[in-house]
């Protein structure tokens, strides 16, 4: 798998499809930097990987208040992302319950929009080709 990217900021990487799409990207030679709420399999990933390849930023999408000074920090400490990618999770569709689907809804939709108007302003800035992966 070859990208033009180098950097990946890979929200939801740390299980199912997240983290096997963060393991492939780093078989192909990319940074990941995987995001999460879970601090232990972020650190996981991190021993995992190595250092030179991973890194790890804890953030809980759903606190989409909360997106643009993640945004302001992800570029604080990591200035070479060029891409941004967020991982959707599958879930069970046995059983249906309304509080379920509604926070559903808020991390699977109203985060992404959150995240775009978060990151897209240090993207555009870059000079070189970047990536909005939802």
């Known amino acids: 798998m070859s990208f033009p990217y180098k950097h990946f900021l890979l929200i939801g ?3 199912g499809i997240g983290k096997a799409m963060a393991d492939r990207l780093i ?13 232990d399999r972020l650190d996981e990933f991190v021993r995992q990987h190595g250092e030179d390849k991973a890194s790890a930023m804890n953030f809980d999408i759903s606190k ?5 000074q993640f945004a302001r920090d992800v570029f604080a400490k990591y200035p070479d992302i060029d891409c941004v990618q967020r991982q ?3 879930t069970s569709q046995e059983t249906f319950k309304l509080d379920e689907f509604l926070n559903e809804v808020h991390v699977d939709f109203t985060s992404l929009v959150a995240l775009a ?8 800035a870059k000079t070189e080709p970047v990536g909005f992966i939802l």
Do not use: D
Not at 117 to 124: D, G, R
């Open 88 to 90: 959707h999770n599958l």
């Open 27 to 39: 078989e192909s030679g990319a940074k990941v930097t995987a995001v999460g709420r879970r601090q």
């Open 64 to 68: 989409t208040e909360q997106a643009p």
């Open 13 to 15: 990487a740390t299980s």
């Open 117 to 124: 108007h978060a990151f897209l302003p240090y993207l555009k």
